[in-house]
């Protein structure tokens, strides 16, 4: 039997989520968050579940595009320090949520989404995150796509018959040459552009690690025709597709039957 080889997971750190709290600044995000909002549509008293939130950008972006009309939504993240972010948003959006109303769960979805109760949410959204899901098999001695299959499936079975997930994925060895190349243009437009240009920096340094670990098959930068099947398998339909974040993402979207 093989032991787990010592992987750093850098997700949990402080330094690692701030290092992904000025994602939203990057030209190429803003495009997903566009093309995200556009499949979102939350509705009023709808309760939403922002799948690996970061600083919670999306979940804001449910806030802000529902006009503060969805009843809940909830960033779930296996770093901590983000209920920081989560409170300074609270703080500032407008109109200002109750705790209730925006708030955050620190939780690690490889070991699935145990903490959250079947057919509670309306929406499950996730940007960039379900493709660090990792599952570590003992006996055959190598990383396997366990723990992403069961993502797909605890973001099924969460969702309310008639829910909609709708989420993005890097696609297979993605460039962040390009994703850093886009973002020098946006350098000239940032209110700081130092500031800007080493937060992009600190951002990119992560990115070796993520693609080494994908060629291991810890984490997972699938094609699009395997993402949907996986989502075929774990029950959803009518699944769209598209790609955005500069080419460097796949945006998906499906539905729980009714
Ligand atoms: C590239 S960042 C994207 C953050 C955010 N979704 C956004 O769009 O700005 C990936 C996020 O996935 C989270 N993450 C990675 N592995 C996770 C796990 N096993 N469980 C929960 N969250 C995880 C990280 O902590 C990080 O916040």
Redesign the pocket.
Same mark, same amino acid.
């Given at each position: 039997m093989a032991t787990k080889p010592n992987a750093i997971?850098y997700?949990?750190d402080s330094k690692?989520?701030k290092a =992904?709290w000025s994602?939203?600044e990057l030209p190429s995000?803003q495009e997903l968050i566009r093309d995200t909002e556009a499949w979102l549509q939350p509705k009023a008293d709808e309760t939403w579940l922002?799948?690996?939130?970061?600083?919670g950008?999306?979940s804001k972006l449910l806030w802000l595009t529902s006009q503060g009309s969805i009843r809940e939504v909830l960033g779930?993240?296996?770093?901590a320090i983000?209920e920081e972010s989560f409170r300074k948003l609270r703080a500032n959006l407008e109109p200002a949520p109750t705790e209730a109303q925006f708030h955050f769960q620190q939780?690690? =979805?490889?070991h699935g989404l145990t903490s959250l109760e079947s057919g509670r949410f309306d929406g499950v959204v996730?940007?960039?995150?379900i493709q660090?899901?990792?599952d570590f098999d003992e006996a055959a001695g190598k990383w396997t796509d366990r723990a992403y299959d069961q993502v797909l499936r605890e973001a099924f079975r969460v969702l309310k018959p008639g829910g909609r997930f709708v989420f993005s994925v890097n696609v297979p060895n993605p460039s962040w040459i390009k994703v850093a190349w886009v973002a020098l243009s946006g350098t000239w437009k940032a209110p700081k552009p130092l500031k800007y240009l080493k937060r992009a920096y600190r951002m990119y340094s992560y990115g070796d690690w993520l693609k080494r670990e994908a060629r291991k098959g810890r984490f997972h930068y699938l094609p699009v025709e395997t993402i949907v099947s996986k989502l075929q398998s774990a029950g959803l339909e009518r699944i769209e597709h598209k790609t955005s974040f500069a080419g460097q993402a796949f945006l998906l979207r499906g539905w729980k039957p009714v």
């Amino acid at each position: 039997m093989a032991t787990k080889p010592n992987a750093i997971n850098y997700w949990p750190d402080s330094k690692c989520a701030k290092a =992904f709290w000025s994602q939203h600044e990057l030209p190429s995000y803003q495009e997903l968050i566009r093309d995200t909002e556009a499949w979102l549509q939350p509705k009023a008293d709808e309760t939403w579940l922002d799948l690996g939130c970061g600083a919670g950008q999306l979940s804001k972006l449910l806030w802000l595009t529902s006009q503060g009309s969805i009843r809940e939504v909830l960033g779930m993240d296996v770093a901590a320090i983000n209920e920081e972010s989560f409170r300074k948003l609270r703080a500032n959006l407008e109109p200002a949520p109750t705790e209730a109303q925006f708030h955050f769960q620190q939780g690690d =979805f490889s070991h699935g989404l145990t903490s959250l109760e079947s057919g509670r949410f309306d929406g499950v959204v996730s940007g960039l995150a379900i493709q660090y899901a990792e599952d570590f098999d003992e006996a055959a001695g190598k990383w396997t796509d366990r723990a992403y299959d069961q993502v797909l499936r605890e973001a099924f079975r969460v969702l309310k018959p008639g829910g909609r997930f709708v989420f993005s994925v890097n696609v297979p060895n993605p460039s962040w040459i390009k994703v850093a190349w886009v973002a020098l243009s946006g350098t000239w437009k940032a209110p700081k552009p130092l500031k800007y240009l080493k937060r992009a920096y600190r951002m990119y340094s992560y990115g070796d690690w993520l693609k080494r670990e994908a060629r291991k098959g810890r984490f997972h930068y699938l094609p699009v025709e395997t993402i949907v099947s996986k989502l075929q398998s774990a029950g959803l339909e009518r699944i769209e597709h598209k790609t955005s974040f500069a080419g460097q993402a796949f945006l998906l979207r499906g539905w729980k039957p009714v």
